[in-house]
């Protein structure tokens, strides 16, 4: 479900006509306000108190409103600005009000995750809690909240305005979606996390290492997921855990334990990884030029029969410059993208 603000006007009114109702809410100079003081627990979410919240405020406060610390539910509009009609008169509804009537219709009154950046822990998800509880005070709103960690590039703020914004799209012109993947696994998901394209690069090299692996074990199919993996992730998601498991896993590989690769193969479907065989992985993206490749392969082999080993190695070594790696093997010779 992908709901829209605008498609949950009628919601918003009616859960600002029981909040006024539990004496939670009031209208004052063509707003509808939260009363903040009529609802005890506010604050526990953030760990922030009234007073604090008050003290910390950065804008005059409405002398319309009755607490400093009330926020708005629905505000006038002006001809020129977006607005619905209401009980309350043309105009449209706070940030927070939005979500609260989405989530009440779509999931209920309680469920289970709640996600979001740090940055929204207060006033956002704050006044989520408030309002939804306060008019249900059966509701339990969400049972669990996971706050991310904020992302930053070269150890600068992402913005446009500096030049080091980069979308997902664009990347995956130059990185494979699972390299990008594995990147963002690295770090805890409520810590920081660095992008620079070295860390992509690491993260490659992390996953070509593990397909390596995936490339020398005898057992192609995927093992249960481990049980050190499974409680790395109950552990508050702890993925940067995960991937040191998943590392040894990979030593256990070369080291020729059995069961190791299923072990990996495992590891990595709970984690969104290793869903491609090692050739996939190695050989993937343009179609035309793999099949060029296999040409040139073609032309190498029959180099070598004729003993012009010049031109095989001329055919390799342009290979190579161009990124792709040959391994000759008892089976014949495949190639990998390096």
């Not at 704050?126 to 249900?136: K, S």
Request: hydrophobic fraction near 40%; glycine fraction near 10%.
């Amino acid at each position: 479900m992908e709901p829209r603000a605008t498609a949950h006007i009628p919601e918003m009114i009616t859960l600002m006509e029981t909040l006024i109702a539990r004496g939670h809410a009031y209208v004052a100079d063509g707003h509808v306000l939260f009363d903040v003081p009529s609802y005890e627990p506010y604050g526990k979410l953030s760990g922030n108190s009234r007073d604090e919240i008050v003290a910390g405020a950065r804008v005059d406060v409405a002398p319309y409103k009755k607490d400093a610390a009330d926020f708005v539910l629905w505000k006038p509009s002006t001809d020129d600005q977006p607005g619905w009609e209401s009980p309350w008169g043309f105009g449209r509804p706070g940030w927070h009000l939005e979500c609260s009537a989405m989530s009440h219709k779509h999931l209920g009154a309680n469920f289970d995750i709640h996600g979001g950046g740090r940055d929204l822990i207060f006033p956002h998800h704050e006044n989520e809690v408030a309002q939804t509880c306060a008019a249900d005070p059966e509701s339990g709103f969400a049972r669990m909240w996971m706050h991310n960690g904020y992302l930053s590039v070269d150890g600068e703020k992402m913005s446009k305005s500096l030049g080091n914004f980069h979308t997902v799209r664009d990347l995956l012109e130059d990185w494979p979606g699972e390299a990008l993947r594995f990147a963002l696994l690295t770090a805890q998901y409520r810590q920081p996390l660095d992008f620079t394209f070295d860390l992509l690069k690491q993260a490659k090299a992390s996953l070509d290492r593990f397909y390596n692996a995936l490339a020398q074990s005898a057992e192609p199919a995927a093992g249960p997921v481990p049980d050190d993996v499974l409680a790395a992730l109950n552990d508050d998601l702890n993925s940067p855990q995960a991937i040191f498991i998943m590392h040894s896993l990979a030593d256990g590989v070369f080291r020729g334990e059995k069961g190791a690769g299923a072990a990996l193969r495992g590891a990595g479907a709970v984690m969104g990884l290793l869903q491609s065989s090692a050739k996939e992985w190695f050989q993937s993206g343009d179609d035309d030029e793999a099949g060029e490749i296999e040409d040139l392969i073609a032309q190498r082999l029959a180099a070598r029969a004729n003993k012009d080993f010049a031109e095989a190695d001329r055919i390799r070594d342009d290979l190579k410059a161009r990124g792709i790696d040959l391994m000759d093997g008892p089976e014949g010779t495949t190639w990998r993208r390096t």
